[in-house]
T-cell receptor, first 115, second 110 residues
Framework: GAGVSQTPSNKVTEKGKYVELRCDPI?????LYWYRQSLGQGPEFLIY????????DSGLPNDRFFAVRPEGSVSTLKIQRTERGDSAVYLC?????????????FGEGSRLTVL | GIQVEQSPPDLILQEGANSTLRCNFSDSVNNLQWFHQNPWGQLINLFYIPSGTKQNGRLSATTVATERYSLLYISSSQTTDSGVYFCAVRERGSNYKLTFGKGTLLTVNP
């Protein structure tokens, strides 16, 4: 597609539920990133994919968070047993390559609210 | 990890005024991007500027990598310029992770 596409744009769930957030990167971009933005803060790194593999998942807050990118394109961020503190905007970005010349392009984000 | 500080945290302007936003970073970088986050939350790429000066219409940016800062200039501001401006850097030695500052909230009044 023309830009990074994220679905859903808004998700309201109850504490303890399971949530999946989807990201479709710009066509041809091999690198994909997930960030999380809390109110009043800048985005914070969660995980980075180069191709199908998670090259760095050091930003995932705990083992309730998991992300996959099985075919090297679309990625899904999965959150188990959601907690109120998980409420945030989850941003996905992609870049043509992960090298030093890689400019990141962000999607519109998925706003997650955990009641 | 690298620290990114943006100033001022908040800025209120009258339409037509000029402004300068600053981004300081604590270590060498190989990438620096400026973003505008609009009221709907979308992060819009403004500049990819690890060094040097670039201009795009009423906006321009300068990065002095050796002195570890970047400046974003907005001239003849418009109400549509309102939103949060983020600076994000990629630390030298990393080839993927961007670290964001806390942003500058700009309000342009008519």
């Amino acid at each position: 597609g023309a830009g990074v596409s994220q679905t859903p744009s808004n998700k309201v769930t109850e504490k303890g539920k399971y949530v999946e957030l989807r990201c479709d990167p710009i066509s041809g971009h091999t690198a994909l990133y997930w960030y999380r933005q809390s109110l009043g803060q800048g985005p914070e790194f969660l995980i980075y994919f180069q191709g199908t593999g998670a090259a760095d998942d050091s930003g995932l807050p705990n083992d309730r968070f998991f992300a996959v990118r099985p075919e090297g394109s679309v990625s899904t961020l999965k959150i188990q047993r959601t907690e109120r503190g998980d409420s945030a905007v989850y941003l996905c970005a992609s870049s043509f390559q992960a090298g030093v010349v890689g400019e990141l392009f962000f999607g519109e984000g998925s706003r997650l609210t955990v009641l | 990890g690298i620290q990114v500080e943006q100033s001022p945290p908040d800025l209120i302007l009258q339409e037509g005024a000029n402004s300068t936003l600053r981004c300081n970073f604590s270590d060498s970088v190989n990438n620096l991007q400026w973003f505008h986050q609009n009221p709907w939350g979308q992060l819009i790429n403004l500049f990819y500027i690890p060094s040097g000066t670039k201009q795009n219409g009423r906006l321009s940016a300068t990065t002095v990598a050796t002195e570890r800062y970047s400046l974003l200039y907005i001239s003849s501001s418009q109400t549509t310029d309102s939103g949060v401006y983020f600076c994000a850097v990629r630390e030298r030695g990393s080839n993927y992770k961007l670290t964001f500052g806390k942003g500058t909230l700009l309000t342009v009044n008519p």
